[in-house]
């Protein structure tokens, strides 16, 4: 009776210990569901405090876009109206007003991964837009100091486009494309229709430049065909377009 007795307690004991150690590692179990569900939650909150838009001084914007090789990493986006945008604008910089922005948010998609850096007169515009675009998921949004409350030394009044934009003007049949590269680089390829005026010939090939057409201009990252739109509206040009990237930046369908 008492080897009866003493076996059924020690099966107690080891049902008890069998069900005390399922429950401990259930236990142990639960824990690690909530520690991922956590983890997701501070990484939730670690992308929404990454996407805070950030400020920029008129100086670091002006500086950033005067160095040739930082301002291809980054887009700049002049939000004003295009009145005030072709009155003079910041080098390098595209124009998509705030109504624009308003009305489609994803109009930059194409670059929403690359930092977006917007601006206008006094910053209420571009402070708008940037809370816009955050909103819509984009990653990296600066506000820079608007036009009117910081004296920018560079601004210019031709039109900066995208790499698209460009090609899209090779196809109307309307906008005179020209490459501004060396002659041997535009010799292994184009944009469609476009002439060659190498950057450094343009005073001595003017007679091929008529004002009273739109002509759009690239090379091979922005920056000579900037300084060739500038020549161009110095001399009294009012219809240029400078592709603000250039045949190392944008895929562009070329043909020889």
Request: aromatic residues 6%; glycine residues 6%.
């Amino acid at each position: 009776m008492k080897l009866a007795k003493s076996k059924a307690l020690t099966l107690s004991a080891v049902l008890c210990a069998s069900l005390f150690m399922g429950a401990c590692s259930q236990k142990q179990e639960q824990p690690k569901e909530e520690q991922k569900q956590e983890q997701k939650q501070d990484q939730s909150k670690e992308e929404t405090k990454a996407a805070e838009v950030k400020q920029m001084k008129g100086a670091d914007l002006e500086a950033l876009q005067n160095d040739k090789e930082k301002k291809d990493k980054v887009l700049v986006v002049d939000v004003r109206d295009a009145e005030e945008y072709k009155a003079g604008h910041v080098i390098h910089a595209i124009n998509v007003p705030l109504a624009k922005i308003k009305e489609d948010a994803s109009v930059l998609d194409a670059y929403k991964q690359k930092p977006i850096i917007l601006y206008c007169n006094s910053g209420k515009k571009s402070g708008e837009a940037a809370d816009i675009l955050v909103k819509a998921g984009y990653p990296d949004v600066t506000n820079a100091e608007g036009v009117k409350t910081y004296k920018y030394s560079n601004l210019v009044t031709y039109t900066d486009i995208t790499g698209k934009e460009l090609e899209e003007r090779a196809n109307d049949g309307k906008t005179l494309i020209v490459d501004v590269r060396p002659e041997a680089d535009y010799k292994e390829g184009h944009v469609k229709g476009a002439i060659n005026i190498p950057f450094d010939k343009v005073e001595e090939n003017l007679d091929k430049l008529p004002k009273d057409k739109d002509i759009a201009l690239y090379c091979f990252t922005g920056n000579k065909s900037s300084a060739v739109a500038k020549e161009l509206t110095d001399k009294g040009y009012e219809q240029i377009f400078n592709s603000i990237e250039g045949t190392k930046e944008y895929n562009y369908a070329l043909e020889k």
